[in-house]
């Protein structure tokens, strides 16, 4: 049995990466999705996958879905929280990095939830929220920012996407004959 703690999203996720042929999967409920997965996965032999490395068969994504979710991702109170501070720290650094005009009353506190915020990059407000700290000058030690590989793996394929959608010039210098006829 799939363990409640994974989202109906998730396991889609985990059913269009491995080619899982289950029908019109996006139309099931989160049970009827489990429990089609399962039987599945039966009959189906799943091949490895450079987004799950670490299952090679079946059984390695059978344990994994009935065991709790790491708790990597933030409930909903926890995330509006995160953009909260995030949003502070926004606040400040728009604001030409002064004290004067936000709630903080030191750098410290700044830089303490600096580092609270960069845990969580794989928030977009939490991401441009530290690109922005860490153009302050009086922040000697740049803060990281920490984003899951999936996340890495899907900025990097926006950012292809938008180069590619760049328009690009070329000037080449050389003789050429045009003819009209």
Request: hydrophobic content about 30%; proline content about 3%.
């Given at each position: 049995?799939?363990?409640?703690?994974?989202?109906?999203?998730?396991?889609?996720?985990?059913?269009?990466?491995?080619?899982?042929?289950?029908?019109?999967?996006?139309?099931?409920?989160?049970?009827?999705?489990?429990?089609?997965?399962?039987?599945?996965?039966?009959?189906?032999?799943?091949?490895?996958?450079?987004?799950?490395?670490?299952?090679?068969?079946?059984?390695?994504l059978?344990?994994?879905?009935?065991?709790?979710?790491s708790?990597?991702?933030?409930?909903?109170?926890?995330?509006?929280?995160?953009?909260?501070?995030?949003?502070?720290?926004?606040?400040?650094?728009?604001?030409?990095?002064?004290?004067?005009?936000?709630?903080?009353?030191?750098?410290?506190?700044?830089?303490?939830?600096?580092?609270?915020?960069?845990?969580?990059?794989?928030?977009?407000?939490?991401?441009?929220?530290?690109?922005?700290?860490n153009?302050?000058?009086?922040?000697?030690?740049?803060?990281?920012?920490?984003?899951?590989?999936?996340?890495?793996?899907?900025?990097?394929?926006?950012?292809?996407?938008?180069?590619?959608?760049?328009?690009?010039?070329?000037?080449?210098?050389?003789?050429?004959?045009?003819?009209?006829?």
């Amino acid at each position: 049995m799939i363990h409640k703690s994974f989202t109906k999203k998730e396991i889609l996720d985990l059913i269009n990466i491995y080619e899982i042929p289950i029908d019109d999967a996006k139309d099931l409920s989160k049970g009827d999705l489990s429990n089609a997965l399962i039987i599945s996965l039966e009959t189906y032999e799943i091949s490895w996958n450079s987004e799950y490395p670490e299952f090679y068969k079946n059984d390695d994504l059978l344990k994994y879905l009935s065991e709790h979710k790491s708790n990597e991702e933030l409930n909903y109170k926890e995330k509006s929280e995160m953009i909260q501070k995030a949003k502070k720290l926004m606040n400040y650094a728009r604001n030409g990095y002064m004290l004067s005009f936000t709630d903080y009353l030191s750098h410290d506190k700044i830089y303490q939830d600096g580092l609270i915020v960069a845990n969580h990059g794989d928030i977009p407000t939490c991401r441009r929220a530290i690109e922005e700290l860490n153009k302050d000058p009086k922040i000697r030690n740049k803060i990281e920012i920490k984003i899951s590989p999936k996340m890495k793996k899907t900025l990097e394929q926006k950012k292809i996407s938008k180069e590619e959608l760049n328009p690009k010039f070329k000037f080449r210098r050389g003789h050429y004959e045009i003819n009209f006829d």
